[in-house]
């Protein structure tokens, strides 16, 4: 296989930092997938050491391939403009430059939620599919991605959607994290989520609804409890969207 038909692939996460060798012909991992723990506060120093780990462990430290970060926040012209699960520290802060200085490298930088929806159209649930796709993550955050016949719009943050009698952001009533905080059963949880999809389907009224984040693999436990018009499928890839879809933008 070409050296150039791969690329790295690292997703920081609220809770872990995963990272990967991604062959970009068939969008799968041909190395270890490794994962350290976010540090703890996510300050930007302490994720640029785990990061640098991630890649050591990788043996991918050096710019033989290219390279791909993702990250939970809005990401505009390589900077990070919100904060909703890391510390405030990375608003309006110029992030991509500051990985490029700390690993001495390039990268491509991007928000999570949207490689993930890249690496679904490209090789995964939505792949072929025309029309409006939504990938929306379901982990410590809701992540979302909104492509149209292939193209991406960046940064939605359907997650932080309000509606005035929840008084909060969508993700803190319905994302994965809230499932585990209240103890709701499969049940309850898909209420919240009958209600975010909902509300989602008629704003956007999309063809595809693709759901990701590690609580994807349950998706038997849940989707088929919810009642929409768009058709609504697990992600593919799961928790390895973010590795593959970083390391083929980077790759572009
Ligand atoms: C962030 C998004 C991110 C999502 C999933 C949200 O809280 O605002 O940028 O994509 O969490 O990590």
Redesign the pocket.
Known sequence: MAQNSRAVGVDI??TGIKGGIVDLDEGVLVSDRIKVATPSGARPKDVLAAVQQVLTTLGAADEKLPLGVAF???VKNGRTL?A??VAEDWVGFEAEKFFEDGLGRGIHFA???DVAGVAEVRYGAARGRDGLVILT?L?????SAMIHNGMLIPNS?L??LQRARHKRDA?AYAAYSAMERDRLTWKKWAKRLQWYYSHLEFLFSPDLFVVGGGVSKHADEFLPLLSLRTPIVPAVHRNNAGIIGAAALAAD
Do not use: K, R, V
């Not at 982990?139 to 992540?143: A, D, E, S, V, Y």
């Open positions: 996460g609220g939970p926040a809005i919100s909703a699960n928000n999570d939620a993550t982990g410590t955050g809701i992540g943050e997650g932080h993700e």
